[in-house]
């Protein structure tokens, strides 16, 4: 077991499944104390980690709500006495529409969650990493953050946003201790990618096309990553987008 991560705690919103999920379970194995906020809470994430011998409580909290986030903080603080790293992960696909088609309930949505959500857990984040004079926070945004998709115009820009949310969030605490990137995970298997698909053979086919390594990225990759951003090995990397997928955006 790391001691970079033992006795830690993280947090991480959408953590109930996929790669929050994932990424939980992730930190749990390195001996970090784990903080996992869902709208769902999934026992069987929470058997798992309490079986591997770790820590973990579950908050239920909607990201798009201030008074969710600022409970689900201080949850965190009250059990564990502190926070050292968070992944915003949460997020939704919404309604695929295109853009003159987007309702203004599925884009405040969309954007409530994706963003906004974002913007708020890092609000409340940063406060208490600033307390301990480090920290590093780790946002989930997607390759639909870095090229455009048709079909998903709240979603999209939600993701752009986050990377843009990123990058500023970084320069304005680099000097202070806390580093915050941004993953942009690719087709990844995922109960979304289900609900996108509909689970149909010829759709599926149409989303691993996207992929030049030819099939869908796992959740566990994309928390490889995600570890590797918040340990000691990055401590020189700070705003990064970083890709997670097979290529496709870099054709």
């Known amino acids: 077991m790391e001691t970079t991560f033992k006795n830690k705690v993280a947090l ?14 992730a930190f749990a194995r390195k001996g970090t104390k784990v903080v996992i906020a869902d709208w769902i809470e999934n026992q069987e994430t929470m058997d798992l980690i ?33 926070l050292d790293y968070a992944f915003n992960n949460a997020g939704i696909e919404g309604i695929m529409a295109s853009t003159e088609d987007c309702t203004e309930e599925n884009w405040d949505k969309t954007i ?21 004079g480090k920290g ?17 115009p709240a979603y ?7 990377i843009g949310l990123t990058k500023t969030a970084a320069l304005e605490y680099a000097k202070l201790g806390i580093r915050v990137n941004v993953v942009c995970p690719g ?3 995922t109960p979304m990618i289900d ?7 010829e759709t599926i086919e149409q989303f691993t096309n996207l992929e030049p390594i030819g099939r869908f990225g796992y959740p566990e990759e994309i928390a490889t990553a995600v570890i590797w951003l918040c340990s000691d090995e990055a401590s020189f990397v700070t705003g990064l987008a970083m890709p997670v997928d097979g290529g496709f955006v870099a054709q």
Request: positive net charge.
């Open 50 to 82: 309490k079986n591997l011998g770790g820590e973990a409580i579950f908050v239920k909290c909607d990201v798009s709500k201030d008074n969710d986030v600022r409970d689900l903080i201080e949850k965190t603080i009250s059990t564990f006495g502190h």
């Open 112 to 132: 409530g969650v994706n963003l906004k959500g974002i913007w708020l857990c890092m609000k409340y984040e940063i406060p208490e990493m600033l307390k301990r």
């Open 195 to 201: 609900r996108l698909t509909g689970k149909k053979k």
């Open 187 to 189: 087709v990844i298997q």
């Open 156 to 162: 999209v820009a939600s993701k752009h946003g986050v």
């Open 136 to 152: 590093a926070i780790v946002n989930c945004a997607s390759v639909a953050g870095l090229v455009g998709f048709q079909g998903l």
């Open 12 to 25: 991480v919103t959408g953590g109930s499944f996929g790669i929050g999920r994932a990424t939980a379970i």
